[in-house]
């Protein structure tokens, strides 16, 4: 079983703006309160086939989180494959609603192990994680809108 997990914000800044910040994923741990450090494990840093190494931290609980990303059409979508210890897909999508406000929409659909809980790790992972990613948005605004 897996539990998919979506959030969604407006960003008062243009499409061209997001996508600039967004598509940098060495950035994405100053937005990113649970990514703690990324590595890169290829030489290329943006388009489909480049693989990241992510240490991340919710609360007590550090892992290493592998993605390949799997998705790259510019000023539309980012995926990604997870491939460590949680699995699963991750994308995020992007929404020109006019020329200074951007929809800004975020869908991971993870597996946890055995040892994370399982289905219940999941089931009590599911609004932790949508409390954490909320404010990564906000944080990403922040960065964004000033």
Excluded: C, R
Excluded at 25 to 45: G, L, P, R, Y
Excluded at 62 to 72: G, P
Excluded at 99 to 108: A, I, L, P, S, Y
């Amino acid at each position: 079983m897996s539990k998919t997990i979506e959030v969604e914000t407006l960003i008062y800044a243009s499409l061209d703006d997001v996508w600039n910040e967004v598509s940098k994923i060495e950035n994405h741990s100053k937005w990113m309160k649970d990514a703690v450090n990324i590595d890169f494990q290829t030489d290329n840093k943006s388009g489909v086939g480049t693989k990241i190494k992510v240490l991340t931290k919710i609360g007590p609980i550090k892992l290493y989180d592998f993605m390949t990303f799997t998705k790259w059409e510019e000023k539309k979508s980012i995926g990604v494959d997870h491939v460590g210890i949680v699995t699963g897909k991750g994308e995020m999508k992007f929404e020109k609603i006019d020329e200074n406000t951007t929809k800004f929409k975020w869908t991971e659909t993870l597996k946890f192990p055995i040892y994370l809980g399982g289905v219940i790790g999941e089931l009590f992972g599911k609004p932790v994680l949508e409390l954490i990613w909320k404010q990564n948005l906000n944080n990403l605004k922040k960065i964004i809108e000033t």
